[in-house]
């Protein structure tokens, strides 16, 4: 299971009515590369594939995580963070064991 902050569910709310057309809701992902083995991806998407995503709804934002992502996202908190040295969405991973010198990936 996977979770999102308020903060973050609106902010991807807010980049989401920009789009045109409108997607469907927003994917999560864990794609390999980086430094430390594993990256986060977040893209918008038209629909879900019903035969390996899993579709968890946060305040009618919908987020499609595929199967094979899940296992690596089981417990992980998504937060939107704006600070002075700028702003971006903040993954809290339980499962992760190390990361990489920038951050901008991990191990398991």
């Given at each position: 299971?996977?979770?999102?902050?308020p903060?973050?569910?609106d902010?991807?709310?807010?980049?989401?009515?920009?789009?045109?057309?409108?997607?469907?809701g927003?994917r999560?992902?864990v794609?390999?590369?980086?430094c430390?083995?594993f990256?986060y991806?977040m893209?918008f998407?038209n629909?879900a594939?019903?035969?390996?995503?899993n579709?968890?709804?946060?305040?009618g934002?919908?987020?499609?995580?595929d199967q094979m992502?899940?296992?690596?996202?089981?417990g992980?908190?998504?937060d939107?963070?704006?600070?002075?040295?700028?702003?971006?969405?903040?993954?809290?991973?339980?499962?992760?064991?190390s990361?990489c010198?920038?951050?901008s990936?991990?191990?398991?």
């Amino acid at each position: 299971m996977i979770e999102l902050t308020p903060v973050a569910i609106d902010k991807v709310k807010e980049i989401l009515t920009q789009q045109t057309p409108q997607p469907a809701g927003l994917r999560v992902a864990v794609v390999g590369g980086g430094c430390s083995g594993f990256s986060y991806h977040m893209a918008f998407e038209n629909q879900a594939n019903e035969a390996s995503d899993n579709v968890y709804e946060f305040g009618g934002l919908k987020v499609m995580v595929d199967q094979m992502s899940e296992m690596y996202l089981d417990g992980i908190t998504i937060d939107y963070l704006e600070t002075i040295e700028g702003a971006g969405f903040k993954f809290n991973n339980p499962n992760v064991k190390s990361t990489c010198g920038c951050g901008s990936s991990f191990s398991v």
